[in-house]
């Protein structure tokens, strides 16, 4: 059976975007805390640097702990699947161990989803769309607040 890429347009459209679009402010928050570093690398260099490299160069410069730098990785990978994977869907499962993971970081989920197994997570009223979306925010947000309350709310406001 031919695979019917039309539907990738339409179905996973709106799923696919939000993804691209978290990860995508995500680099760029990475970015600009480089940037802003005294011992950042040559703006040169830096336009060069892959998003799993701004990462890496993060943690160096001490702008990342080593989890909040293992959660943005692990974000980066369910990016890259979603974007180099052509119908790629990520479990709820694995969405709920990914706000578990990017909780133990030190992104905040207030009503605790992170803690939460996957029936209490649906009875909290999240599905898969909305399980990503809070994770990849609350840990743009950490990510963003790691860097003191000045820039914390330079980046957020």
């Not at 990520?90 to 992170?114: N, P, Q, R, W």
């Not at 979306?133 to 709310?153: I, K, P």
Request: charged share 25%.
């Amino acid at each position: 059976m031919k695979p019917h890429f039309e539907n990738y347009f339409i179905d996973r459209a709106s799923l696919l975007g939000e993804v691209l679009f978290y990860h995508l402010t995500l680099e760029a928050l990475l970015t600009e805390i480089i940037r802003r570093s005294p011992n950042a690398p040559a703006e040169s260099k830096l336009g060069k640097l892959m998003f799993a490299k701004k990462a890496d160069e993060c943690l160096r410069l001490g702008k990342l702990s080593k989890e909040l730098h293992t959660a943005v990785m692990a974000l980066n990978r369910v990016r890259n699947k979603y974007a180099h994977e052509l119908g790629f869907e990520i479990s709820f499962d694995a969405a709920l161990a990914l706000a578990k993971l990017c909780g133990e970081a030190g992104a905040d989920f207030t009503d605790g989803v992170d803690g939460c197994t996957a029936a209490e997570a649906k009875t909290l009223g999240y599905d898969t769309f909305s399980l990503l979306n809070e994770t990849f925010r609350n840990t743009f947000f950490e990510v963003a607040c790691y860097q003191g309350e000045d820039e914390w709310l330079e980046f957020t406001s």
